[in-house]
């Protein structure tokens, strides 16, 4: 193929078409099926938690633990929503930039800060987690093997969550390096 | 607004199925794209003033959403040796083999020399292809060099 070929090709191509009414109902829903994914997992995450907030004294006897340690599991889950309402309102806006180049380096730092500040949350909620529920257990055997499953669990949860972010700051890592001025 | 928004849009609706087709290999990626680029383009729009072609800034927010929008990776990567069954959005119009052939060539091509290339073979001019991605006018024509080569082998296998 010539270039004037490849040029005819790209310029006729892209024949597939939406009606307006179509166009119109794709403003209405938010974002591609990943981000709405994510969304509902943020509404359903919240949701839980703030119940878990509202209930956690009854059932898990609130009253007998320590001020410090409902204070701190309070801060957590409260710290774990704020964590993924300003995550998604991050991730969700893509453009920050009057070209190409410097909005993938603005969202490059963006994700970069959001991946810390995410990591760091996620380990202070394990950490608001643990301290409530082992703050005033006489420790057993049975009772810490029960603790350290709790703790691998955890570990293994954010080993997951540092995955998925690392592959998606390097995909975007790899984009601001193949803008950069060779 | 929304009524002038949608009639651009519509007008200019090509050049997404396009940057769609570069950027994503199933349809199913396609049509999840082109839905966010919608999304995107709308949450945008206000803040268009006029300053470039309408083409352009379509263009620059399509090529972005593309290459930034959080989307989960596919355990299989696939490369193609030989050129994949005709693969596109819904449409009437029949795809021809060498339309096939041609997205199938750039999709060899790192991110950003797709968003180089497409906007040079949509008859950009250097200083316009520099605007939208950001490179110098002198980076631009080093790299289309590079890429029409690149194209040539990948053409020839």
């Not at chain 1, 943020?42 to 898990?60: G, K, Q, R, T």
């Not at chain 1, 810390?116 to 409530?132: D, N, P």
């Not at chain 2, 355990?75 to 069954?85: A, D, G």
């Given at each position: 193929?010539?270039l004037?070929?490849?040029?005819?090709?790209?310029?006729?191509?892209?024949?597939?078409?939406?009606?307006?009414?179509?166009?119109?109902?794709?403003?209405?829903?938010?974002?591609?099926?990943?981000?709405?994914?994510?969304?509902?997992?943020?509404?359903?995450e919240?949701?839980?938690?703030?119940?878990?907030?509202?209930?956690?004294?009854?059932?898990?006897?609130?009253?007998?633990k320590?001020?410090?340690?409902?204070?701190?599991?309070?801060?957590?889950?409260?710290?774990?929503?704020?964590?993924?309402?300003?995550?998604?309102?991050?991730?969700?806006?893509?453009?920050?930039?009057?070209?190409?180049?410097?909005?993938?380096?603005?969202?490059?730092?963006?994700?970069?800060?959001?991946?810390?500040?995410?990591?760091?949350?996620?380990?202070?909620?394990?950490?608001?987690?643990?301290?409530?529920?082992?703050?005033?257990?006489?420790?057993?055997?049975?009772?810490?093997?029960?603790?350290?499953?709790?703790?691998?669990?955890?570990?293994?949860?954010?080993?997951?969550?540092?995955?998925?972010?690392?592959?998606?700051?390097?995909?975007?890592?790899?984009?601001?390096?193949?803008?950069?001025?060779? | 607004?929304?009524?002038?928004?949608?009639?651009?849009?519509?007008e200019?609706?090509?050049?997404?199925?396009?940057?769609?087709?570069?950027?994503?290999?199933?349809?199913?990626?396609?049509?999840?794209?082109?839905?966010?680029i919608?999304?995107?383009?709308?949450?945008?729009?206000?803040?268009?003033?006029?300053?470039?072609?309408?083409?352009?800034?379509?263009?620059?927010?399509?090529?972005?959403?593309?290459?930034?929008?959080?989307?989960?990776?596919?355990?299989?990567?696939?490369?193609?040796e030989?050129?994949?069954?005709?693969?596109?959005?819904t449409g009437?119009?029949?795809?021809?083999?060498?339309?096939?052939?041609?997205?199938?060539?750039?999709?060899?091509?790192?991110?950003?020399?797709?968003?180089?290339?497409?906007?040079?073979?949509?008859?950009?001019?250097?200083?316009?292809?520099?605007?939208?991605?950001?490179?110098?006018?002198?980076?631009?024509?080093?790299?289309?060099?590079?890429?029409?080569?690149?194209?040539?082998?990948?053409?020839?296998?």
């Amino acid at each position: 193929m010539e270039l004037n070929d490849l040029k005819s090709n790209w310029q006729n191509a892209g024949g597939a078409s939406k009606s307006e009414s179509d166009l119109q109902k794709m403003t209405k829903i938010a974002g591609s099926s990943a981000m709405q994914r994510l969304r509902k997992k943020l509404v359903i995450e919240s949701i839980a938690l703030l119940m878990f907030s509202l209930v956690y004294y009854d059932w898990f006897d609130g009253d007998k633990k320590p001020v410090y340690a409902n204070v701190l599991l309070l801060s957590g889950v409260l710290l774990y929503i704020l964590n993924d309402v300003i995550g998604y309102i991050a991730i969700s806006n893509p453009i920050s930039g009057l070209n190409l180049k410097l909005s993938i380096q603005n969202y490059l730092q963006r994700v970069r800060h959001l991946f810390m500040f995410s990591l760091i949350i996620s380990v202070l909620y394990g950490i608001s987690l643990l301290v409530f529920f082992s703050s005033v257990i006489h420790f057993t055997k049975e009772k810490g093997l029960l603790l350290a499953g709790l703790i691998a669990t955890l570990s293994l949860m954010y080993f997951l969550s540092f995955r998925i972010w690392n592959s998606w700051l390097a995909n975007l890592r790899r984009q601001a390096k193949d803008f950069e001025s060779e | 607004m929304e009524k002038e928004f949608l009639e651009t849009v519509h007008e200019h609706q090509k050049i997404i199925h396009k940057v769609c087709r570069l950027y994503r290999d199933t349809k199913e990626d396609q049509e999840d794209l082109l839905q966010e680029i919608v999304y995107q383009l709308w949450k945008s729009f206000p803040s268009f003033k006029g300053e470039s072609k309408i083409s352009s800034w379509i263009y620059r927010i399509a090529l972005n959403t593309a290459m930034a929008v959080y989307r989960k990776r596919k355990l299989m990567v696939r490369n193609y040796e030989t050129v994949p069954e005709p693969n596109h959005l819904t449409g009437e119009n029949t795809i021809s083999e060498n339309e096939e052939r041609l997205f199938w060539a750039l999709r060899k091509l790192n991110d950003a020399e797709r968003s180089v290339i497409a906007l040079f073979l949509e008859e950009y001019s250097y200083p316009e292809i520099a605007a939208i991605t950001g490179l110098s006018e002198s980076n631009v024509g080093v790299r289309l060099n590079r890429i029409k080569t690149k194209l040539k082998i990948i053409l020839n296998q």
